[in-house]
């Protein structure tokens, strides 16, 4: 079978390796669709965190955000059978320490993520092999596309964690791409009464419109800060959830989240911050906090898709061929303006 391998920055091949076999709890499942993150753009690049950390190491079977047809079942496989359509945990457990022997996949410590840290061969592959253990079954009225945004929805729903929305709950997004995207939609169904999305491009501000925002902010012609400050009577939001990954944004978010209340940070900055205002956050008693996903989550997000009736799939602004991948990586500068989740077809 095909797979896309980064060899080392700035080059990748489609290699021919073996088709995962389908033994014990393992599935070999073909890849339907597959979503290019931010994160797999750093890779390729070679600009990036885990890769300089030694998390990550080349050669990269890359790709974390998938869903996909069951072909063939391994002999102890339970719930599952070749047809079945599903997607999976961004993390796969060993299967073999206590906690997974004792059934708590969830808790295990020795997971191996999808296509990046610690690298489960990825999904920018014509299969992948998946143990039943954190696969899930795709329900009939989601398609292949919205299950591919599930993982990154799933990493937009920690900003949620113990947070109680209602119709008084302002919520701003900072960011535009997949994952402030999802975090607009998700603020939307869970209940806060008005949700502002904040960016840069107001092509992706509009789709921000037409996925759950009540209110467009362009920071490029309006102070960001003060437009917030204007909407909630000089209180601020009662959740600010920061995408962009800009320090700046990152500040500016501090200044927009009200008295006793939650900025979560959902991005890689890629570096150390010198200019946090920690004294306004501490005066003010913010929570800055992060989030990145965790297990539980894309079930939970699973469940939203299939009862929202608001569709996340405006955001897929590109869709392209696997076989067309290798160039639209090594020419990626000419859509940023306009990309926000770029969708592969297999
Ligand atoms: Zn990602
Ligand atoms: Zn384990």
Not at 190 to 217: M, Q
Not at 288 to 294: D, I, K, M, P, S
Request: hydrophobic fraction near 35%; charge should be neutral.
């Amino acid at each position: 079978m095909k797979a896309l391998t980064v060899l080392k920055p700035q080059v990748a091949e489609y290699q021919e390796v073996p088709k995962p076999a389908a033994v014990g709890r393992f599935m070999t499942v073909k890849v339907e669709r597959a979503g290019i993150c931010a994160t797999d753009f750093s890779i390729f690049s070679g600009d990036c965190s885990f890769v300089r950390s030694g998390e990550i190491v080349y050669p990269v079977r890359f790709g974390h955000e998938w869903s996909g047809t069951v072909v063939e079942c391994g002999n102890e496989v339970r719930g599952f059978r070749p047809g079945d359509r599903i997607y999976s945990d961004s993390g796969i457990s060993c299967g073999k320490c206590p906690d997974c022997l004792a059934g708590h996949y969830d808790k295990c410590r020795f997971t191996r993520s999808v296509g990046t840290i610690n690298c489960w061969d990825g999904c920018f592959a014509e299969y992948i092999s998946i143990p039943d253990y954190n696969a899930y079954h795709i329900p009939d009225s989601v398609s292949f596309d919205e299950a591919t945004l599930i993982e990154p929805s799933a990493i937009s729903y920690d900003a949620f964690r113990n947070v109680e929305l209602n119709e008084a709950s302002t919520v701003v997004v900072i960011g535009t791409g997949a994952i402030g995207m999802s975090a607009v939609w998700l603020a939307k169904y869970l209940g806060a009464g008005r949700v502002v999305v904040v960016g840069r491009t107001p092509s992706k501000l509009e789709i921000g419109r037409k996925i759950g925002a009540d209110i467009a902010v362009n920071s490029t012609v309006t102070d960001p800060v003060k437009a917030i400050k204007d909407l909630t009577d000089g209180q601020g939001a009662e959740l600010v959830i920061e995408t962009s990954g800009s320090d700046k944004a990152l500040y500016q978010g501090i200044y927009m989240t009200r008295n006793d209340c939650r900025i979560c940070s959902l991005s890689f900055y890629e570096h150390d911050l010198d200019g946090v205002p920690v004294d306004h956050l501490v005066l003010n008693k913010i929570s800055l906090v992060g989030g990145a996903g965790r297990f539980g989550n894309p079930q939970k997000v699973c469940g939203i898709f299939e009862k929202n009736p608001v569709k996340l799939t405006p955001i897929i602004t590109h869709r392209i061929k696997f076989g067309e991948m290798k160039d639209f990586l090594e020419s990626s500068a000419k859509y940023a303006k306009s990309k926000i989740k770029v969708m592969v077809e297999f």
